[in-house]
């Protein structure tokens, strides 16, 4: 009961003695001192602060200090360096236990968010309330003399005593019909002016009832919200409400139940790159199951789920890797609302889509237990083999907390079954550890070898390019003696014929050449025989004389 109330069956008449002196003077009293009393409780309700009861005048709580302000993982650039640093089991654990303090961190933060806001609207809603109560005194008075809310909050308090004392019925039914007269006069009076006709609400104020008055004014307030809510049409901005991306996807697709959270939602698939822009294009679409197909790498991790989306008529499946962490565009919203309108789908409510976006609010916030922290890991662990990273984190931390549970309940047995396994983790971890250095410098042994290989082959490969070129090069394969005119070969023609004639000429020079030179070897030969073996007797023997001797 409030403070208004309590006022208000003080006024009534809180004994037995009081209420006896209130009723009979109330059956005696005139208008006039029946005015002066309601503006005496009026006066006393104008100096009642709302602000001053409840927690209206408590003072706010401190905020909380963020833990990592530095990417929600590091207290600072020190700290960064320092987890860096750090062996890859110990970083990861100590990332994975930063995180779990930064999800309790935000959950208060937003706690306390919303419990400031519930206390301002609650202080604004109070202080509204008091200014109505104001104003309608003041109306109320200047109309009729007195407060028509106040006579009737006493014409039912006086009921309700009346009901606990049953011994005086006939004096309280005298004064309530004077008072429901009175009342009947005042409405009368009141309907007949417009210039007060917006505050009919309030004849039917019940100090009894269980629901406050400003709790009927707040939940009128968000029936008339709801209403506007679900009148309007869906707008892309509801439907990136449930607009899913990788990074989502990476996050959550190992829980429990999100094959089944994830149907009737929203994506930004990948298409391909436009030919024209050369820019790559995305498509609005609705995600209708999962399915589950071949494994592939989504990154830091393998996963076998595909996502089955449609588009209008159209279906089609697609990894999950192909979804946009980007906001749905108005273009492309307007696309997939064209696409529905061809297959001739209706359009989701909005009524439909805000209780979508609460069950996948609802999967979010839901707090990780053991029974899910396990599944969690047995789902990761079914292609995601390695014993490392987060895997490994997640795995000695389900053991740590069963120790832990063992220990607490005093079962030795479960407590030395825990301990070993701890122990054999710690030493496959060790063990992997000094695998993993070795097959690293053994990969960068490798790797060089490799890239010198593979350097010796491309140059292998050159040569015998090259070689293969020179050897398969002919006629043919020139260029400049592909096309053949008539004319090319006439002249090839002549030259021939020319060649030819030069042969001959060249070959009867060489006769003429040698003729001579044969005629001159038998001159020379004449002269040498006639200087040294008598030539000129010979010569001269062989001559004819003819001499005529006249005596």
Request: net charge negative.
């Amino acid at each position: 009961m409030s403070d208004i109330d309590e006022d208000l069956l003080a006024l009534a008449g809180a004994d037995e003695d009081e209420e006896e002196e209130v009723l009979t003077s109330n059956s005696k009293r005139t208008p006039g001192s029946r005015k002066r009393v309601i503006d005496e409780v009026s006066d006393d309700e104008d100096d009642y602060n709302p602000a001053d009861v409840g927690m209206g005048g408590g003072d706010e709580e401190p905020e909380e200090e963020n833990p990592f302000p530095l990417e929600g993982k590091y207290k600072d650039e020190a700290d960064r360096e320092h987890l860096e640093s750090l062996p890859e089991m110990d970083r990861e654990s100590i990332i994975f236990e930063r995180s779990q303090q930064m999800r309790k961190y935000q959950e208060r933060k937003l706690f306390r968010d919303r419990n400031r806001g519930l206390q301002r609207q609650q202080e604004r809603n109070r202080q509204e309330d008091s200014n109505k109560k104001v104003r309608s005194s003041g109306r109320t008075t200047h109309q009729t003399g007195h407060s028509d809310l106040k006579a009737s909050k006493l014409s039912q308090l006086k009921r309700q005593r009346e009901r606990k004392n049953e011994g005086r019925h006939a004096s309280d039914d005298e004064d309530f019909e004077d008072e429901d007269e009175d009342e009947g006069s005042y409405k009368e009076d009141y309907d007949e002016d417009d210039e007060y006709k917006d505050d009919d609400d309030e004849e039917g104020y019940n100090p009894y009832s269980r629901k406050g008055r400003y709790a009927d004014e707040d939940e009128e307030e968000e029936v008339e919200w709801a209403k506007e809510d679900t009148n309007r049409d869906a707008e892309v901005a509801d439907f990136n409400k449930l607009r899913i991306g990788r990074t989502f996807v990476a996050k959550f697709c190992f829980y429990p139940g999100f094959n089944d959270i994830i149907k009737g939602c929203y994506g930004r698939v990948n298409v391909g790159v436009d030919k024209r822009t050369g820019q790559t294009n995305y498509r609005m679409v609705k995600i209708e199951r999962v399915f589950l197909q071949k494994p592939y790498n989504m990154g830091k991790f393998f996963t076998n789920q595909y996502f089955g989306v449609t588009q209008g008529s159209d279906r089609k499946v697609f990894r999950m890797n192909f979804f946009s962490d980007g906001l749905i565009t108005q273009p492309e919203y307007e696309r997939y609302l064209r696409a529905l309108e061809t297959s001739h789908t209706a359009k989701p409510t909005l009524y439909a889509l805000n209780g979508k976006s609460k069950e996948l609010v609802s999967f979010v916030s839901e707090p990780l237990t053991d029974e899910v922290t396990n599944t969690i890991v047995k789902n990761r662990m079914l292609f995601n083999k390695k014993l490392s990273g987060t895997n490994a984190v997640l795995e000695k931390t389900i053991l740590k907390e069963k120790l832990q549970y063992a220990r607490e309940n005093g079962n030795e047995r479960d407590v030395a079954k825990y301990s070993g396994q701890l122990n054999n983790f710690e030493k496959r971890m060790n063990i992997y550890e000094k695998h993993h250095e070795n097959d690293l410098v053994g990969s960068r042994k490798l790797g060089a070898l490799t890239s010198k290989n593979r350097k010796l082959n491309m140059d292998k490969s050159k040569i015998y390019e090259h070689a293969k070129k020179d050897e398969s090069f002919d006629s043919k394969s020139d260029p400049f003696s592909r096309l053949k005119t008539r004319t090319k070969m006439y002249y090839q023609e002549i030259q021939q014929e020319e060649n030819e004639k030069a042969k001959e000429l060249a070959l009867q020079k060489k006769q003429e050449e040698d003729e001579a030179l044969r005629v001159k070897k038998e001159n020379e030969l004449l002269i040498a025989k006639f200087r040294r073996l008598g030539g000129l007797e010979d010569v001269v023997s062989h001559l004819d004389f003819s001499i005529s001797l006249d005596l």
